[in-house]
């Protein structure tokens, strides 16, 4: 069997641990600390196994229907996959060529680099901060925003003047949107924008990482170059009523989305009062440096207490812990295994 060279280069993206045990205060991957809405357990139970012999709609109508009616945009102008990395394996493929370019912020969701590296082309990442240089030749930029793991927010006319000087696609992935104070959906739904698409998941504000489900808006030619692509049937039945339910749930979902909110405001200022630097953050995490001590070192004693959260290896990212927003008792729990470790 023969396996391509670019596959036995490349260095495979490492998803967050995911322990077994319950004892563990998980802070790792910006999951929701609350369950789904009630109306999603309530769609499972009734949901009709003879279903299950026949295939999904292959085009998602109804969970189509329903994201166009949230972002004000038309149907033939959204897309769903199998959670967002889906869209942006697609993406891939369809928006770049051979001889081109994968483009993104440095520090940024680490699995740009592997979506470059899988399609065999080159990737470039621009430091955050200042003007955005890229290769002339990149033809799709990712652009999370808020940013991860800074938790930084980009504002939606830098991002379109911005897209008004590139000559590719701009996909603004906005999986902590919710979180944040603004966003950038009018850019997608905006006829003016012909190279600006906006991705959204229902894994982090819905609580659903475990159904992967996330969709994109954008100009009509792109999402139909994507539909090309897809596989014939890529969300199955189960998550397209699941996410449906938990879309049509807005007051749920407020709820939960503000909780986070307010858990991260709390969290933040009891880090600053204990000497962490913490980068102001639109997201359900914040990406925090410790007073004293390494973060490699700290990352290991919370580990050893059951506490999962981030360490990023590296120049740009291993001075600071990303930290998932939890509920009130678990951040309450991680500080006061902060200040036992601060004083051992």
Not at 82 to 91: A, F, Q
Not at 214 to 237: H, M, Q, R, T, W
Request: charged residues 25%; glycine residues 6%.
């Amino acid at each position: 069997m023969r396996i391509t060279e670019s596959t036995k280069r490349l260095e495979a993206y490492t998803p967050g641990e995911q322990p077994k045990s319950k004892a563990v205060i998980k802070l790792n991957t910006n999951e929701n600390p609350y369950p789904p809405s009630p109306k999603c357990a309530k769609t499972l139970a009734s949901f009709d196994l003879d279903r299950l012999r026949r295939y999904p709609d292959p085009v998602f109508m109804a969970l189509r229907e329903e994201i166009a009616k949230i972002t004000g945009a038309k149907t033939e102008n959204v897309f769903v996959g199998n959670g967002s990395d889906e869209i942006l394996s697609l993406s891939a493929k369809a928006f770049v060529e051979n001889n081109e370019i994968i483009a993104s912020l440095n520090p940024s969701y680490s699995l740009y680099k592997t979506l470059a590296a899988i399609r065999d082309v080159e990737w470039a990442g621009s430091p955050i901060g200042g003007k955005i240089r890229i290769p002339e030749n990149s033809s799709l930029f990712l652009w999370t925003n808020p940013n991860a793991p800074t938790g930084e927010l980009a504002k939606p006319q830098d991002i379109a003047l911005f897209a008004r000087n590139f000559k590719g696609v701009v996909i603004v992935d906005e999986a902590y949107a919710d979180f944040a104070k603004v966003n950038c959906m009018s850019l997608a739904t905006a006829p003016k924008n012909k190279n600006i698409i906006v991705m959204r998941t229902l894994s982090k504000s819905y609580s659903l990482a475990g159904l992967r489900v996330g969709f994109c808006i954008g100009p009509k030619d792109l999402i139909e170059a994507l539909y090309k692509i897809k596989d014939s049937y890529n969300v199955d039945a189960i998550a397209q009523s699941v996410a449906l339910a938990a879309l049509k749930d807005r007051a749920y979902h407020k709820k939960t989305v503000s909780k986070v909110i307010k858990t991260r405001k709390f969290f933040t200022k009891e880090l600053v009062k204990r000497g962490w630097d913490v980068i102001p953050s639109e997201a359900n995490f914040v990406f925090a440096k410790p007073p004293k001590g390494s973060a490699a070192d700290i990352f290991a004693a919370l580990k050893k207490k059951n506490i999962f959260v981030r360490y990023f290896p590296g120049e740009l990212t291993g001075g600071r812990l990303r930290i998932t927003i939890g509920t009130d008792e678990e951040m309450t729990r991680l500080l006061k295994a902060l200040d036992s470790i601060a004083c051992s």
